[in-house]
């Protein structure tokens, strides 16, 4: 159970390109997903707490209209890196709580997206 | 700022030993951790959580909680070759699960 799936797991496009990730809790409902990103040797950087129903939280640095979140159900999250250039390019990761179980329920995380904008 | 410590290593360990980890973490009102381990270029997995004072066991994992002491600990018995990765300790900070990670402890075991 609690598996999360990440799409797509690897994307090259170009500079100034806009990059849609999708990451969806496939058996439970996940009221709030995480996206983090990391480079490489670094530690998981979260960039936002995604809500279903409403407007992300942004963590203090992340650029919201860089980043655009969209949570519309409870199953499905999206990050949308708006005009990627290189320093965008990252390994992004997604991650959700099942709703069910209360407050002490962990974070499961999807495969992570590779992201290199030339 | 609420922080989660751990020693980055790498935490070399023979094959078969015991390898043990640990991570302090500054909110005393915490109630709730993870570990989770992440091998080199994937993603993080959840291999154990634990909530009250105590040892929780799974397999070759053992977790260990003193909140008074506001540590936290994961041993490894029996490693082999295929633990090798970053273990990375995590606390839950608010009611929406958020968590505060740890910068991780890289494990190598070595054959």
């Known amino acids: 159970g609690a598996v999360v799936s990440q799409h797509p797991s690897w994307v090259i496009c170009k500079s100034g390109t806009s990059v849609k990730i999708e990451c969806r809790s496939l058996d439970f409902q996940a009221t709030t997903m995480f996206w983090y990103r990391q480079f490489p040797k670094q530690s998981l950087m979260l960039m936002a707490t995604?809500?279903?129903?409403?407007?992300?939280?942004?963590e203090q640095g992340v650029e919201k209209d860089k980043f655009l979140i969209n949570h519309a159900s409870l199953t499905l999250s999206t990050l949308t890196v708006t005009s990627a250039h290189p320093e965008d390019s990252s390994f992004y990761i997604c991650?959700?709580?099942?709703?069910?179980?209360?407050?002490?329920?962990?974070?499961?995380f999807g495969d992570g997206t590779r992201l290199s904008i030339l | 700022q609420k922080e989660v410590e751990q020693n980055s290593g790498p935490l070399s360990v023979p094959e078969g030993a015991i390898a043990s980890l640990n991570c302090t973490y500054s909110?005393?009102?915490?109630?709730?951790f993870f570990w989770y381990r992440q091998y080199s270029g994937k993603s993080p997995e959840l291999i154990m959580f634990?909530?009250?004072?105590g040892d929780k066991e799974d397999g070759r994992f053992t977790a260990q909680l003193n909140k008074a002491s506001q540590y936290v600990s994961l041993l490894i018995r029996d490693s082999q070759p295929s633990d090798s990765a970053t273990y990375l300790c995590a606390v839950l900070t608010d009611s929406w699960g958020k968590l505060q990670f740890g910068s991780g402890t890289q494990v190598v075991v070595t054959p």
């Open positions: 909110d005393r009102g915490s109630q709730s």
């Open positions: 634990i909530y009250s004072n």
């Open positions: 995604s809500n279903e129903g409403s407007k992300a939280t942004y």
């Open positions: 991650s959700a709580r099942d709703q069910a179980g209360g407050y002490n329920q962990p974070q499961h």
